[in-house]
C-alpha cells in the first residue's frame, strides 16, 4: 500500500524596513537625562543653599522626570508621522521542500507502483510600497504632532518652573520656622530669668507666690511653644524632602540665608505684568498649541473623504528544482515583478465622515473656551499674586515697627520690674508681645521672598536652571 510522505518547510529569513526619500524634516534629536533620580538618601554634610536645592530637586524630583519623558513621547510620536510621507521598502524570502508520491500500475518498469518526487523552492522579494496623494491627511497628522510636541515641550517649562517655585516657597517657610525656634529658645531662656528674679524677690518679699506660679506658667508656656514648633519644623522638613524627590532619611544641612527682598516685580505695572503672563506663561502655550492641534484635527478628517493614491512595486526570483526519482534534478530561475497603482475614491460612508468632522470642531471649539478660561484664570492670579506681594511688604514694614517697639518696651519693663516699679503681668504681657513681634518679623520676610516668587511664577518670569544642565 502506498504511503505519503510530506513535509513541508516555510522559513521566512529575514523581513526589514528601509526608508529612504529626502527627509522632509529631521525629527528633533531628545537627549537623554542625565542624573538618576528619586528615592536616594543625601547625608554629605554640606551646606545646600537655594540655588543648590532647586539644582537637587530637578535634578531628582519624579514629577519633572516625567515631564521630560512626555516630551520626548511628543517628539517621537513627531518623527512616526513625518515617517507616513516616504516609502517603505521591505525584502522577504519564501522556501519550501516536498517530497511527494503518486500510484502507478505495476509493471516490469514500475516494479514498486510507484514513483517519488522532491520539489524545492525559494522566492525572494523586494517590495515597496508609497503612499502618494492621500488630500493632506498625512500633513495634518506631522502638524499635529507638531503641536502636541510643543505642548509637551512647554509642558516640561512649566512643570521645571512650578518645581522651583514649590522649592522657594518651603525653603522659606523653613528658614522662618527655624528662626522662630530660636526665638522660642531664648524665650524660653527669658522665661527661665524671669522665674529666677521673681524667686530672688519673693525672698526680699517683694513678690508672693502667685507671682512665682505665674513666672513659672510662663516657663511652662514657653517651653509649649518651642516644642509646638519644632514639630511644625519637622513635618515641613519631611514635606520639602518629598519635593525635592530624596528620602525621608536624608539630612540636609540647609543655609539660613535670608537673600534681598525683591520687589521689581511689584514696581512694574500691573497691565506689563499681565500682558508679560498671557504671552509667555507655559500653560497658556500648552492650550495655544491644543487649539492649533484640534484645528488640524478638522483638516485630518476632511481628507479622509479625499481619493487616495497609492504605487505598489515587487520585484523578485523564483528559484523551483525538481527531482523524480533516480533522475537528475531539474532546476530553473525565473524573475518575478510588477507594479500596481491604487486609487481609493470614497463614495458612500453613512454619514461617518461628516459625523468625524463635526466631532473635530466640536472639539476645537472645546479648546477655544478651555483657552478663554486659562487666560481669565492667568489674569486673575497676576492680579492676586500683584496684591499679595503688596499686603506681604505692607505687612513687613508693620512687622519690623512692632519688633523695634515690643523690644525696646519689653526691655523697660523688664528693668522696672527688676526694680520693683512694674508688675509681673506687665513683664509678661511685655514678654508675649516681644515673642509675637519676633516671630512675625520672621515670618514676613518669607511671606515676602514667598509672594515674590509667586508673582514671578504667574508671570513666567521666575528664573530656572536650564534642562541642559541635567542631561548629557
Not at 79 to 100: C, D, E, Y
Not at 173 to 179: G, I, Q, T, V, Y
Not at 275 to 300: F, G, S, V, W, Y
Request: some cysteine; charged content about 20%.
Amino acid at each position: 500500500m502506498p504511503r505519503l510522505f510530506s513535509c513541508t518547510l516555510l522559513a521566512l529569513l529575514f523581513s526589514s524596513t528601509l526608508v529612504f526619500a529626502e527627509e522632509l524634516a529631521a525629527p528633533p534629536i531628545v537627549p537623554q537625562w542625565g542624573a538618576e533620580f528619586g528615592g536616594g538618601a543625601v547625608d554629605d554634610g554640606r551646606v545646600w543653599s537655594l540655588s543648590d536645592l532647586i539644582d537637587l530637586a530637578a535634578t531628582h524630583n519624579i514629577e519633572t522626570r516625567v515631564a521630560w519623558e512626555k516630551a520626548k513621547q511628543a517628539a517621537a510620536g513627531l518623527g512616526i508621522a513625518q515617517s507616513t510621507f516616504k516609502p517603505h521598502i521591505a525584502a522577504a524570502v519564501l522556501a519550501g521542500f516536498q517530497h511527494v508520491s503518486f500510484p502507478l500500475p505495476q509493471t516490469v518498469l514500475t516494479p514498486k507502483g510507484y514513483f517519488t518526487a522532491d520539489i524545492g523552492a525559494v522566492a525572494p522579494m523586494l517590495t515597496l510600497k508609497w503612499l502618494l496623494l492621500d488630500g493632506g491627511q498625512r500633513q495634518a497628522s506631522v502638524n499635529i504632532a507638531q503641536q502636541r510636541m510643543v505642548a509637551a515641550q512647554v509642558g516640561f517649562t512649566g512643570q521645571h518652573q512650578k518645581l522651583v517655585f514649590e522649592v522657594i516657597r518651603h525653603y522659606h517657610s523653613l528658614n522662618s520656622l527655624r528662626a522662630k525656634i530660636k526665638i522660642f529658645e531664648a524665650a524660653e531662656s527669658q522665661s527661665q530669668l524671669l522665674l529666677a528674679a521673681t524667686l530672688a524677690r519673693k525672698k526680699s518679699g517683694m513678690a508672693t507666690k502667685p507671682d512665682v506660679l505665674q513666672a513659672q506658667q510662663q516657663l511652662a508656656q514657653s517651653h509649649y511653644q518651642l516644642t509646638e514648633v519644632r514639630a511644625a519644623e519637622s513635618e515641613l522638613y519631611l514635606r520639602f524632602l518629598d519635593i525635592v524627590g530624596l528620602a525621608p532619611s536624608s539630612q540636609l544641612n540647609i543655609a539660613a540665608e535670608q537673600p534681598e527682598i525683591q520687589s521689581a516685580l511689584f514696581l512694574q505695572s500691573i497691565d506689563v505684568l499681565v500682558k508679560q503672563a498671557l504671552e509667555h506663561r507655559p500653560d497658556l502655550k500648552m492650550r495655544e498649541a491644543e487649539l492649533n492641534a484640534r484645528t488640524e484635527e478638522i483638516e485630518q478628517a476632511r481628507a479622509e473623504e479625499r481619493p487616495k493614491l497609492g504605487l505598489s512595486v515587487n520585484a523578485g526570483y523564483t528559484l523551483n528544482s525538481i527531482g523524480i526519482e533516480e533522475s537528475k534534478t531539474l532546476r530553473t530561475t525565473q524573475p518575478q515583478y510588477g507594479i500596481m497603482l491604487s486609487l481609493d475614491v470614497p463614495i458612500f460612508d453613512g454619514g461617518y465622515g461628516h459625523s468625524k468632522v463635526t466631532l473635530a470642531q466640536s472639539r476645537r471649539q472645546e479648546a477655544q473656551y478651555e483657552l478663554k478660561q486659562a487666560r481669565d484664570q492667568a489674569v486673575r492670579e497676576v492680579w492676586k499674586t500683584h496684591n499679595a506681594l503688596k499686603v506681604a511688604m505692607n505687612k513687613r514694614a508693620a512687622a519690623l515697627a512692632f519688633k523695634t517697639a515690643a523690644s525696646a518696651a519689653y526691655q523697660a519693663v523688664f528693668d522696672s520690674y527688676r526694680y520693683g516699679v512694674a508688675s509681673l503681668i506687665e513683664v509678661t504681657n511685655a514678654h508675649t508681645d516681644l515673642i509675637r513681634a519676633q516671630a512675625s518679623d520672621e515670618e514676613s520676610i518669607g511671606l515676602v521672598q514667598t509672594a515674590s516668587a509667586a508673582l514671578a511664577l504667574a508671570t513666567s518670569l521666575l528664573d530656572v536652571p536650564p534642562a541642559e544642565k541635567f542631561i548629557q
